[in-house]
Every structure is written in structure tokens, then in C-alpha cells.
């Protein structure tokens, strides 16, 4: 049996990331970037293609974990009747170099410890030449080097390097891994004590920055979620992954598993605010420079995601020796949703600029010229159908999101020059805002079930559908959007937890968990809707399936309490920092979102509305 996906904890540098079982192994580990085939554990749950454990000999032993404060130091303490050890894990933020302190602490008695690492490159399917040479373990294969440095004694057996030791009170057992490119020479790493003390330091000035005024109850949940989105930044470039996994199925033993280890462009709106209205100015200028780097180019050559550099090339393939998270299968790397046609990422782009001229953030005459450039593509192109926000991989269909988003860009565009000064055709574009405004109101509005639904002529539900008073194109007490919140709670909700539509209508077998995000969209409604009593219920709800350290994967499945999906989610926990400003009623992202749109009942023709 595996380990539940909630079991593990996060560390990272921002160059790359890994996840620590409570236990104290640590199962996935990516070098020298989250999307590099150079890992020494492959999968979760499957030990022979990769891990690194370290942990108390007693298997009764108490366990015990805890972040460090505000910081990735994440330590696991042991209890067994001879004694107590902590050790400690961290990743050093510190230049381009890819190091994994453990540091074996002494608090009481003494206590048996045992260290097995099992080194595998390539998603575990290279065994790397393994040697010693002056106590320190060198594994090479390829383009791929790792070291071990440790003062303990490290035998081979079975292809396996294994250490057994014992720590007394105030005693310390250091060991550093450090990846690196095989034909380079590395100089020794430092003082791992030291190495903890300094990212420490590091995390303590990053937290410190935080302006957060939020509802003292929900404090700790909202930082630990800003920790995460900077865990999940790719320092050199700013850019955000969705996730630091792949392939973790949205259904035990299921074939919806995919490779997340990329940039998302529709996150963009919802992570700079996030980072914004608490104070992360520097990220939030280097991922709006990010999507503006990797949103350069013809128009018509878009993506929905990009790699942490920009990279567009995502090519997707199943790695057939790897059985997968508790027979979960295919195991994917790359997405081949980076071809698909999503049109709402024409909107998403628009509203995060509108979004940075708001807030100060300058943008200048090219950042412009690009979005001048994706609005003339955007004229021609906002007609046809597409995969939507969910990659939908079946026929293209005109979902009604898609639709918003390309209204929202052409209100934003107008707003560019009506409130910026930007140069352009602001009637034309008025007048295609409302022409696509009518139409989605005639098109999208189901009138036998009075409400919203997925795609023109459709009478299926869609989380997305939540969005619709977030960014503005309608306010939240329109009859029409209450009555479309209200069958969603129907009809898509279990306790509140939100699933993205009915299971069988995106061409996939099988099913899933409820959307974490759309969760909390929905909390966010329901504070529009002014029932705050019932949205600050539901995001205490929200918030207690979070795992001890107060991580969520994508999904959580409320019958089985079990998360789902790669983990930990960017946007799971954009969602969460934005809820919590909205249920605090201090700054609400989402009424500064909505009130950049025009919607409103009065802008309305439609019948019920009036």
C-alpha cells in the first residue's frame, strides 16, 4: 500500500523541489529543475525506482513533524522509549547549486537511526555507477552526478547504499546530496548546520515582507500557502509551476494522471493578486515579466503552457516501466495540452496587465503592442470553438468560460484606454464586448434550467461557471448567476467540495475528485452573494482537509477524505490566499476583479434580469 499523497511534506530552493514522506522519505525529487529527467526517486510509492530514507530503526517509534516557522525547514522527530531525535530537512537557497541538507539532531537518550538511499537517474530507469573515494559517495550516469557527504560509514548491498548509526542528546549527524552536470567539477559543500541556519535566515526575511491584513484565525493557513507559491517559483525566471509532480491520478488506480511541472498561463490573474495583496511586489513583477516573455511571438502561436523558461516544446510521453501511484497508469511526462486551442488565455493575459497598471506596476509601450497584437488575433478568432479551460481532450465545443474570458479582454483593452491612455479602438472593441456579451447570454444561458451552463446548447453544469462574477461579467446577486451558484451547490457539490462538472462529459473513462480550486470559488461567491456566514463555514472546511503542514494537492475526494491529483497545487493555494482576503472582508481580490468588468443586471437585456 502507498503512502497517502496528504503524507508528504515539501522542500524546496526555488531552482527545484522535493517531497518528504512523514516517515522521512524522501520519494520525488527532480534535479536541477522541476521538469529535469535527472531524479533519484522516480515516483511516489514506488521505492526500487528511487528514494532516500531516513528514519528511526524502531518502527514503533512516535512521529512527530512541523515546519520551522514561515520557512521550508521541515522537521520530523522520532520518539522511541531509548530516545528522541529530530532530523531536519531542508533545501539552501543559495546560487545555482542543487543541494539536500538532512541533519540528524540528538534531543533525548540515545537513538538508532538508518539511512537507505537508492539512487536512480532518468525516472528511475538508469542505475548510476556508485564509488567511494576520500568518504565521499559519488554516483555518476551520464549527464548526471550526485554526492553524498556524511561522516557515517555507508556500505553498498543490493544496490542500495545503507548507514546505520546512533545520536546521543546534542549530538548532530550531518549529510549533504548535491546534484550536479557529471563533466563539472564541484567544490565540496558547506557546513550543513550552517547550511540550515542561513536558509532559515532566508525564509525569515521572506516572510517578514508579508502585508497580509487578514482574519487572525486564517493567518497561519494564507502564509503557509505564500511559502508554498514561492516553493513553487522557478527563481532564475519567475515563472510558477501548477505542481512539482506528475502523473498523481485524480483517481486511485485511474488513468487521469498528468505531468504538472509547468507554467500555466490562466493562473496568471489569480497568483498576482495573491502575491500582490500581500505584499510580494518582486514576485509578482517577475511573473508578470515571465508571461510576458514566454507570451511573445505570433499570436496565433499562444500556449496554455509554457516551461519554467518559456519553453514552448511540452512533447507528452508515458514511461511504460513505472507502475504508478498505487497501479495508477499511464505515468505521463510533458502535456501534450500545450497544442490545444484554449481561447481564455487571451483573456487571462489581458486582465493580469489591467490587473499591474492598477497596481502601479509599469508596463510598458512592447508589453502593450503584444496585447494590441492579441486582441487583433482575438477579433478574428474569439468565434471559434476550443478544449476549454479544463483541456477537454475530445471535440472542440464553445464553452461559455471561453467565451467570458474573451469578453473580459476586450473590457480590459477598453479600459486600457479609457482609464491608461493607451492607444487604440476603444468603440470597436466596446462594441465586440457587447456583441459577445449578448450573445453569451443568449447562447450559454440554459432557459429551461434558469441558469448558466458548460457550452452553447448544453445543459451540463461546470465549475467554471463559478468564474463568471469573479472577473466581472456578471455581479454575483444577478438572478441568473444565483440560480446558476444554486444548481452547482446542487448538483456538482458534496459538502461543499465543488467538482469541475459531471464525470463521462470530457471524454475520459474513469472519474475524479472535487476541484479544491472551484471550492473555493465558490466560497467566493457565496461572500458576493453577501452570505459570509456560509462562505466562512465553507472555507473552514476548505481548510481542514489540508494536510498537517497545510498543503493541498488539486482534488480531494469527501468520500474517502483522501486528496488526488499532483500536490502540492499552485492553484489550490492561490485559492486558498485569495478566499481568505475575501472571507476577511479586508481586501477582497475578488470585488477588485469584478468591479473591473461592466457587468451588472442593468446592463442587461435579457428578460429575467430586469
Not at 464586448?433 to 446548447?457: D, K, L, P
Not at 465549475?463 to 438572478?479: K, R, Y
Not at 462529459?505 to 457565496?526: I, Q, R, V, Y
Request: aromatic letters at 10%; glycine letters at 8%; charged letters at 25%.
Amino acid at each position: 500500500m502507498s503512502p497517502k499523497i496528504e503524507d508528504y511534506g515539501l522542500i524546496g530552493n526555488t531552482r527545484t523541489a522535493a517531497l518528504v514522506a512523514r516517515w522521512g522519505s524522501i520519494d520525488w525529487l527532480c534535479l536541477p529543475r522541476f521538469d529535469s529527467g535527472a531524479c533519484f526517486a522516480a515516483l511516489l510509492g514506488t521505492p526500487e525506482h528511487g528514494r532516500w530514507e531516513l528514519t528511526a530503526v524502531d518502527p514503533n517509534a512516535r512521529v512527530e513533524r512541523r515546519y520551522r516557522d514561515n520557512s521550508l525547514i521541515l522537521e520530523t522527530e522520532y520518539k522511541t522509549p531509548d530516545g528522541t531525535a529530530t532530523v531536519i530537512d531542508c533545501m539552501p537557497v543559495a546560487g545555482d547549486t542543487a543541494d539536500l541538507v538532512r541533519l540528524v539532531r540528538g534531543r533525548e537518550g540515545r537513538t538508532a537511526m538508518r539511512m537507505e538511499l537508492v539512487l536512480r537517474f532518468d525516472y528511475g530507469s538508469v542505475v548510476p555507477w556508485v564509488r567511494r573515494r576520500d568518504g565521499v559517495l559519488f554516483a555518476i550516469a551520464g549527464p548526471d552526478a550526485v554526492e553524498l557527504h556524511t561522516p557515517v560509514p555507508v556500505r553498498g548491498q543490493n544496490l542500495r547504499c545503507i548507514a546505520e548509526f546512533t545520536v546521543a542528546a546534542g549530538e548532530e549527524v550531518p549529510f549533504t546530496m548535491r546534484w550536479y552536470p557529471s563533466h563539472v567539477p564541484m567544490p565540496p559543500p558547506g557546513d550543513a548546520a550552517a547550511a540550515v541556519e542561513a536558509t532559515e535566515r532566508y525564509w525569515k526575511q521572506w516572510a517578514s515582507r508579508c502585508t497580509c491584513a487578514c482574519d487572525p484565525r486564517w493567518l497561519g493557513a494564507l502564509q503557509r500557502s505564500l511559502v508554498t507559491l514561492k516553493a513553487l517559483t522557478y527563481g532564475p525566471t519567475g515563472g510558477i509551476v501548477a505542481a512539482p509532480t506528475t502523473s498523481l491520478p485524480e483517481s486511485i488506480g485511474g488513468v487521469r494522471n498528468w505531468d504538472y511541472r509547468y507554467c500555466w498561463l490562466r493562473d496568471a490573474t489569480f497568483t498576482l493578486y495573491a502575491l500582490l495583496i500581500n505584499g510580494y511586489r518582486e514576485e509578482a513583477v517577475a511573473w508578470r515579466d515571465w508571461l510576458l516573455r514566454a507570451a511573445a511571438g505570433r499570436p496565433a502561436d499562444l500556449q496554455i503552457a509554457y516551461g519554467l523558461a518559456g519553453e514552448r516544446r511540452l512533447p507528452e510521453m508515458e514511461l511504460e516501466w513505472l507502475p504508478g501511484y498505487e497501479g495508477s497508469r499511464p505515468v505521463r511526462v510533458g502535456n501534450a495540452a500545450w497544442r490545444q486551442l484554449q481561447l481564455d488565455v487571451y483573456g487571462e493575459i489581458m486582465d493580469v496587465f489591467h490587473v499591474a497598471r492598477r497596481s502601479g506596476i509599469p508596463v510598458d509601450a512592447d508589453a502593450w503592442a503584444l496585447q494590441r497584437a492579441l486582441l487583433d488575433f482575438l477579433e478574428t478568432s474569439w468565434e471559434l470553438p476550443d478544449e476549454g479551460i479544463w483541456e477537454i481532450r475530445g471535440p472542440r465545443r464553445h464553452f461559455t468560460y471561453s467565451k467570458v474570458m474573451a469578453w473580459v479582454a476586450f473590457d480590459r483593452a477598453v479600459k486600457a484606454v479609457e482609464r491608461f491612455g493607451c492607444d487604440g479602438p476603444a468603440a470597436r472593441w466596446r462594441a465586440l464586448r457587447e456583441h459577445i456579451r449578448r450573445e453569451i447570454e443568449e447562447r450559454a444561458y440554459n432557459r429551461e434550467r434558469g441558469c448558466f451552463v458548460q457550452a452553447y446548447g448544453s445543459s451540463t453544469l461546470d465549475g467554471s461557471l463559478l468564474l463568471l462574477p469573479l472577473v466581472g461579467f456578471l455581479p454575483a446577486n444577478d438572478p441568473r448567476m444565483q440560480r446558476t451558484v444554486a444548481a452547482i451547490e446542487r448538483e456538482l457539490a458534496v459538502d461543499g467540495f465543488v467538482y469541475r462538472y459531471k464525470p463521462g462529459t470530457d471524454g475520459l473513462p474513469g472519474t475524479e475528485g472535487a476541484f479544491l480550486a472551484c471550492s473555493f470559488w465558490l466560497a467566493d461567491n457565496l461572500v458576493l452573494q453577501g452570505r459570509r456566514a456560509e462562505a466562512c463555514a465553507l472555507f473552514e472546511k476548505l481548510l481542514s482537509v489540508r494536510n498537517d503542514l497545510g498543503l493541498l494537492a488539486e482534488q480531494f475526494d469527501p468520500r474517502t477524505g483522501r486528496q488526488l491529483g499532483n500536490f502540492p497545487q499552485a492553484l489550490s493555494h492561490i485559492a486558498l490566499v485569495n478566499t481568505a482576503a475575501n472571507v476577511s472582508q479586508v481586501t477582497a481580490p475578488c470585488r477588485a476583479r469584478a468591479e473591473q468588468g461592466t457587468g451588472g443586471a442593468s446592463d442587461c437585456e435579457c428578460e429575467e434580469s430586469r
